[in-house]
């Protein structure tokens, strides 16, 4: 992914936005986690927790990108609104497949930026995404993060 100009220059900010949006995650999945019950309920905790380490790893892959190209990675916030209500195990789900689905716009967003490897892990990032944002409940889709370009 090394190389000046405009092509280059893409890259990066597909790479910021996309980080932007990982920032969020790992901060949303934090508060999910805080809002599961380890005993009530160990199996969707373990599912957020998988969620939360995908997305905090994805965000440290990403910095490292952007510092490659010799960007500054744009850094997180100092908060992000949490979805409520959580008090309910299917709350923290919904909330979850939000996330997820929020992802799927911004890897797809990358995928459409880059090429050759950056590329295929972002294809396989937007896949992995899919299939938690359904693991989480949400409906599946027939080409996830691309919203609108598919019609109604």
């Given amino acids: ?3 000046t100009g405009l092509a280059s220059e893409q890259v990066a900010d597909a790479l910021q936005r996309v980080l ?12 999910l986690g805080a809002a ?4 009530a309920t160990p199996l969707l905790l373990a599912r957020v927790e998988r969620a939360w380490t995908a997305h905090r790893d994805r965000r440290d892959r990403l910095h490292a ?7 500054q990675p744009v850094g997180s916030q100092a908060a992000y609104a949490v979805p409520s209500p ?10 979850a497949a939000r996330v997820e689905l929020t992802g799927t716009q911004a890897w797809a967003f990358l995928v459409a930026s880059t090429t050759s490897g950056t590329r ?3 294809a396989g990032v937007l896949a992995e995404l899919a ?6 409940g949400a409906e599946p ?9 598919i019609g109604s």
């Fill in 86 to 95: 959580l008090g309910r195990p299917v709350d923290v789900e919904r909330a």
């Fill in 141 to 149: 889709e027939p080409l996830p993060g691309a919203g609108d370009l």
């Fill in 120 to 122: 295929r892990w972002a």
């Fill in 65 to 71: 990108l952007l510092l490659d190209l010799g960007q």
């Fill in 131 to 136: 299939v938690s944002a359904v693991a989480f």
């Fill in 1 to 3: 992914m090394s190389g």
């Fill in 36 to 39: 599961t019950s380890a005993s």
């Fill in 20 to 31: 932007a949006v990982e920032h969020a995650a790992v901060w949303t999945f934090g508060s």
